[in-house]
């Protein structure tokens, strides 16, 4: 397996093979190439209609994450005995949400994706931002993770600055 | 009609016991051909067989079968064809964004486009192009104001790339993943997430350019066990000659007008088939 990347939208033009070579970057980064991860790409409606679901929140956003393990300590490789555990999750992209900000921001959309991205792993890997100490433990895992990347590909990335709603 | 042909069986043999020249069967058989016969002094006999049996026909003189279940028939595809108009959400096909040159045969239809000398061409038929439908979840199924489930045509197609001054064009064989077939996650609230793309490429081959015969001799790629980089790059290159998922979505729109035009005509010309008209 590895990661399976799916493009549920037709709003936003997607290049699949640039996302998929940031996202194999990220996993190496974090410790879990050998753990299955799925990136969903979907767009305002979809996204809306999942965060309503599950969190009651009806309205879009830029990402949500489902982890496959739940209550991990944050930063913890999960201790997969089968084949079949060696998942991390699924991370639904909401690019629509996404695209409309780096019009804002002037950010290129795939390096936004990138991001957010980085930002749903370290959900699947634990990381919350409920509490203040909680969002800044995670602040310094995605600094640590993009600096990696930047260092790696010579990008610049920087992480959210402002907390998920 | 039982009685009246043992009856003509015991005449027949009585005859050919009384008289020795003609054999039995030849009396059986004017027996049954008297029994028949419309001729005068036949009218105080049992008719057995007559033109008059068995089929209710209604003729209109041009030599046909025509049957009341025909005329039903008729009735019923004058209302289906009046009722197929009526859902009929535009006369005229849509139109597709990019640039694309449509040309029609019958169920087949191609879609042309040049782009810095390259030729790009999809080719799908809209026979069979309707998945079935299975309503599990009837709450959740797409219905029309009617309560009827959408029709939808998702036909699989072929994307054909040449190059300029080059003899095989790459030909993509593509369709659109019936959701079933993937995972399909049943989320707490029992709602299923659709969690497939909205297109496939299934196969990726090099063939003749302008060759109606898919040369099985040239190696063919599934993308079944493929590379997940590679397919990634694959669709990248159909996204950039406008096969992309906004191209999908309007493909689909495109099939499904077309097919329910070919569905009226159909059924028209079996309106007129039956009718005779």
Known sequence: ?165 | MLKSVSRAVQLAARLSISSSAPPLRRTFSRSIWSLSSSGAGSDSRPRLLTATRALPSLSCGCGSLHTEGDKAFAEFLTDEIKEEKKIQKDKSLPKMSGGWELELNGTEAKLNRSLSGEKVTITFNVNNSIPPQLEEDPEHTQKSPEGEPDIVSTPNFVVEVTKPGVKSSLVFDCHFPEDELFVSEQTAHGETEEESDIFAIREVSFQPEGDAEWKETSYTLNTDSLDWALYDHLMGFLADRGVDNTFADELIELSTALEHQEYIKFLEDLSTFVKCK
Not at chain 1, 104 to 124: K, N
Not at chain 1, 134 to 148: A, C, N, T, V
């Open chain 1, 1 to 165: 397996m590895g990661v399976v990347l799916r493009n549920l939208q037709s709003v936003v033009p997607l290049r699949r093979a640039r996302l998929r070579r940031d996202v194999e970057v990220l996993r190496h980064i974090f410790g879990v190439q050998r753990f299955d991860l799925g990136i969903i790409c979907v767009d305002n409606r979809r996204i809306q209609h999942i965060n309503n679901l599950y969190r009651k929140n009806n309205q879009p956003t830029d990402v949500l994450s489902f982890p496959f393990y739940e209550d991990l300590r944050p930063g913890k490789i999960p201790c997969a005995l089968q084949r079949d555990e060696y998942n991390l999750g699924d991370i639904f992209l909401g690019v629509e949400y996404v695209k409309h900000r780096c019009k804002e921001t002037s950010q290129d959309l795939h390096e936004a994706l990138t991001v957010v991205t980085a930002h749903g792993i370290c959900h699947l890997l634990g990381y919350r931002h409920e509490t203040e100490e909680e969002w800044i433990e995670m602040q310094q895992k995605e600094s640590y993770i993009l600096s990696e990347f930047n260092r790696l590909t010579g990008s610049h990335l920087e992480p959210l600055t402002k907390r998920c709603t």
